[in-house]
């Protein structure tokens, strides 16, 4: 997922307390042998964004009106910061649709990952740097998110045509 400005992930920190003093000493978690298994600044990123949202939807094809809808997402962190997990809701073309998509960020190959499903359809679309394969093969798209502030995020899909082919842009605002 090529152009996703994530960072994510948690720090570990313990309190070690001896001799009637508190002394504060930070303590990160070992990986079982490979480096490459700690959550880092990308995962601190996906973390931060734990929590509920509303969201508004807009599918349109060029020369197209948007078509709109509004749903609900909740985003939660998992494996110890490494992945986050969504569970959304909404309409879109008029039916209800439910979908979870969990996200996380490959520390060995550099590249965001992600598996996405929805209830429109009995596959699973696998996400991996700027393709996603599903049910019809390997296909490239382009998902770029950004992160609007500590409470807003957009995510838009785009076909390799770019902003010519169809568009799909969620916006997700957390619930205060």
């Given at each position: 997922m090529k152009g996703m400005l994530f960072l994510g992930g948690?720090?570990?920190a313990a309190l070690w307390v001896g001799s009637g003093l508190g002394l504060a000493q930070e303590k990160k978690e070992q990986p079982a042998g490979d480096p490459n298994a700690m959550p880092g600044p990308a995962h601190r990123q996906l973390a931060a964004r734990a929590g509920e949202y509303t969201t508004v939807t807009?599918?349109?094809?060029?020369?197209d009106a948007p078509q709109e809808s509004?749903?609900?997402a909740k985003i939660a962190s998992a494996v110890d910061g490494r992945f986050?997990?969504?569970?959304?809701?909404?309409m879109?073309?008029?039916?209800?649709?439910k979908g979870v998509r969990i996200t996380g960020y490959n520390n060995a190959t550099k590249e965001y990952e992600g598996c996405?499903?929805?209830s429109m359809s009995t596959s699973i679309m696998t996400l991996t740097?700027?393709?996603?394969?599903?049910g019809s093969g390997k296909q490239n798209l382009t998902v770029i998110t950004?992160?609007?502030d500590d409470d807003h995020f957009r995510v838009e899909l785009l076909t390799p045509e770019g902003k010519k082919g169809p568009r799909l842009e969620t916006t997700y605002a957390r619930k205060k």
């Amino acid at each position: 997922m090529k152009g996703m400005l994530f960072l994510g992930g948690i720090l570990a920190a313990a309190l070690w307390v001896g001799s009637g003093l508190g002394l504060a000493q930070e303590k990160k978690e070992q990986p079982a042998g490979d480096p490459n298994a700690m959550p880092g600044p990308a995962h601190r990123q996906l973390a931060a964004r734990a929590g509920e949202y509303t969201t508004v939807t807009k599918f349109w094809k060029p020369d197209d009106a948007p078509q709109e809808s509004k749903g609900t997402a909740k985003i939660a962190s998992a494996v110890d910061g490494r992945f986050i997990i969504e569970e959304n809701s909404g309409m879109f073309f008029g039916q209800p649709i439910k979908g979870v998509r969990i996200t996380g960020y490959n520390n060995a190959t550099k590249e965001y990952e992600g598996c996405w499903t929805y209830s429109m359809s009995t596959s699973i679309m696998t996400l991996t740097g700027t393709s996603y394969t599903d049910g019809s093969g390997k296909q490239n798209l382009t998902v770029i998110t950004q992160q609007i502030d500590d409470d807003h995020f957009r995510v838009e899909l785009l076909t390799p045509e770019g902003k010519k082919g169809p568009r799909l842009e969620t916006t997700y605002a957390r619930k205060k």
